[in-house]
T-cell receptor
């Protein structure tokens, strides 16, 4: 069975602070994919990044960066110089095994960035 | 390019009734998945359709069903509604058929059962 754990339920930071959202996953698949999604109050899940299990390179996209470590089964997400518009719920998700698409989501982290 | 469209956005139904939700995927996407989001259970996978065939189903009772049409539009149906079915139902479409493709989500249908 697959499992994704986001231990941080809520995080509050002041604007311009850096913040890291933690994600730990469990899977028996050797090939799998990890994702981060953002859910603003409007409800839709906005895709942020995808990583496959064979690519452990860290990635930076503007103020966003991701640290994937297979040794610790973690896929953490850092926002540098946070902004009020970053306030949202962030979900880490996992898929793997077979041809069908099924995402297993973590419980999400509510990030609030205060002005 | 239009995104994933879900209709209706909001719905109020009475316990025992049935409901049908609709999802139009991004043009060219043939994989459509459905998820239920509740405060207690979080985001849970319902089922996935590809080329009109259900490829995978989550752990939900048979009251939850779906289908996909030849134009890739999908509907999900919930019969004999229960109070616990109140949730945000999200639809996602994907271009790739495998596990690694990006899933693009709609804004969801918020169902309230009273």
């Amino acid at each position: 069975a697959q499992k994704v754990t986001q231990a941080q339920t809520e995080i509050s930071v002041v604007e311009k602070e850096d913040v890291t959202l933690d994600c730990v996953y469990e899977t028996r698949d050797t090939t799998y994919y990890l994702f981060w999604y953002k859910q603003p109050p409007s409800g839709e899940l906005v895709f942020l990044i995808r990583r496959n299990s064979f690519d452990e390179q860290n990635e930076i996209s503007g103020r966003y960066s991701w640290n994937f470590q297979k040794s610790t089964s973690s896929f953490n997400f850092t926002i540098t110089a946070s902004q009020v518009v970053d306030s949202a719920v962030y979900f880490c998700a996992l898929s793997g095994g077979g041809s069908a698409r099924q995402l297993t989501f973590g419980s999400g982290t509510q990030l609030t960035v205060l002005p | 390019k239009a995104g994933v469209t879900q209709t209706p956005r909001y719905l109020i139904k009475t316990r025992g009734q049935q409901v049908t939700l609709s999802c139009s995927p991004i043009s060219g996407h043939r994989s459509v998945s459905w998820y239920q989001q509740t405060p207690g259970q979080g985001l849970q996978f319902l089922f996935e359709y590809f080329s009109e065939t259900q490829r995978n189903k989550g752990n939900f009772p048979g009251r939850f069903s779906g289908r996909q049409f030849s134009n890739s539009r999908s509907e999900m149906n919930v019969s004999t509604l229960e109070l616990g079915d109140s949730a945000l139902y999200l639809c996602a479409s994907s271009l790739e058929t495998g596990q690694g493709g990006e899933a693009f989500f709609g804004q969801g249908t918020r169902l309230t059962v009273v």
